[in-house]
């Protein structure tokens, strides 16, 4: 059984930063790409950015220039720094990450709420 748990949600100021984090864990052979992707009401869930397992961060437009993505490959953990957030930032804030159970398998996180407001 695998699951992704994320946390460090919350409710922050227009400027202020949060970090999120989202742990794999169970019986993991392999993990390649993990993202984060954010559901604000209303809306469709959209992707923010992503890690591959070698690394490298791919950014969308909503992530691009205050968000930044990284990971520790070692405790299967992926995190999401965001800084200088708005108001429009707020959103559920999901993890997805492809896991060789095997096989290879897509696993979503539960959500973690960021608000973002004065």
């Known amino acids: 059984q695998v699951q992704l748990v994320e946390s460090g949600g919350g409710l922050v100021q227009p400027g202020g930063s949060l970090r999120v984090s989202c742990a794999a864990s169970?019986?993991?052979?392999?993990?390649?790409?993990m993202g984060w992707y954010r559901q604000a009401p209303g809306k469709e869930r959209e992707l923010v950015a992503l890690?591959?397992?070698?690394?490298?961060?791919k950014y969308s437009d909503s992530g691009k220039g205050r968000f930044t993505i990284s990971r520790d490959s070692a405790k299967n953990t992926v995190y999401l720094q965001m800084n200088s957030l708005k108001p429009e930032d707020t959103a559920v804030y999901y993890c997805?990450?492809?896991?060789?159970?095997?096989?290879?398998?897509?696993?979503w996180g539960q959500g973690t709420q960021v608000t973002v407001s004065s």
């Open positions: 997805k990450a492809q896991i060789y159970v095997p096989p290879w398998t897509v696993y």
């Open positions: 169970g019986s993991i052979f392999s993990v390649a790409d």
């Open positions: 890690i591959t397992r070698g690394g490298s961060p």
